[in-house]
T-cell receptor, first 117, second 113 residues
Framework: NAGVMQNPRHLVRRRGQEARLRCSPM?????VYWYRQLPEEGLKFMVY????????ESGMPKERFSAEFPKEGPSILRIQQVVRGDSAAYFC???????????????FGEGSRLTVL | GDSVTQMEGPVTLSEEAFLTINCTYT??????LFWYVQYPGEGLQLLLK?????DKGSNKGFEATYRKETTSFHLEKGSVQVSDSAVYFC????????????FGSGTRLLVRP
């Protein structure tokens, strides 16, 4: 069984360019979360999506950042006009349908490391 | 708001030493608590969890007990190995509609042979 797949693993962008990060959840998982990890810091929640719906984007910066999880294909985290402060590791996680209560067990990808020059 | 506080690292131990990594939390209601581990260059993996007060989570020789009275969930292991070297994250699960995990800042553990 393939785990959560993220690509690219490493991405270098110049200031002002766009960055697109992709995440394919585990088979059967319909919930996707994006987290950002700054150097020597913990993970900060960005956004929680289900297929075609953004459930919670309270951790997402209001400008330049967007996320989607279309009916077909991977989830995409898009950062427009990147700045140096966007340099970080971006982790995607997925979970199966929650049912009546969340379990809290997220399955993480290996992360996409964005470097902005 | 809800938050998790972990002891700062790095924690450096010799092989077979006893490990404690402190974690305390602030939350409304009764969250579930978790420890995740991140090995170098990898994503996070769930290590153990506890869903209610006095529950003890355990896995791979690691243990943590949900202490409501002290709002703590300290991670312990009786005898660490070099392969335990990693970053350990304490987390809580908010029980509101977003179901999102809130992580501590992580504690790096380095075990020397």
């Amino acid at each position: 069984n393939a785990g959560v797949m993220q690509n690219p693993r490493h991405l270098v962008r110049r200031r002002g360019q766009e960055a697109r990060l992709r995440c394919s959840p585990m088979k059967g998982h319909s919930h996707v979360y994006w987290y950002r990890q700054l150097p020597e810091e913990g993970l900060k929640f960005m956004v929680y999506l289900q297929k075609e719906n953004i459930i919670d984007e309270s951790g997402m910066p209001k400008e330049r950042f967007s996320a989607e999880f279309p009916k077909e294909g991977p989830s995409i985290l898009r950062i427009q006009q990147v700045v140096r402060g966007d340099s970080a590791a971006y982790f995607c996680a997925s979970s199966p349908p929650q049912g009546t209560a969340p379990t809290g067990e997220l399955f993480f990808g290996e992360g996409s490391r964005l470097t902005v020059l | 708001g809800d938050s998790v506080t972990q002891m700062e690292g790095p924690v450096t131990l010799s092989e077979e030493a006893f490990l404690t990594i402190n974690c305390t939390y602030t939350a409304t209601g009764y969250p579930s608590l978790f420890w995740y581990v991140q090995y170098p260059g990898e994503g996070l993996q769930l290590l153990l969890k506890a869903t209610k007060a006095d529950d003890k989570g355990s896995n791979k020789g690691f243990e943590a007990t949900y202490r409501k009275e002290t709002t703590s969930f300290h991670l312990e292991k009786g005898s660490v190995q070099v392969s335990d070297s990693a970053v350990y994250f304490c987390a809580l699960l908010r029980m509101d509609s977003s179901y999102k995990l809130i992580f501590g800042s992580g504690t790096r553990l380095l075990v020397r042979p």
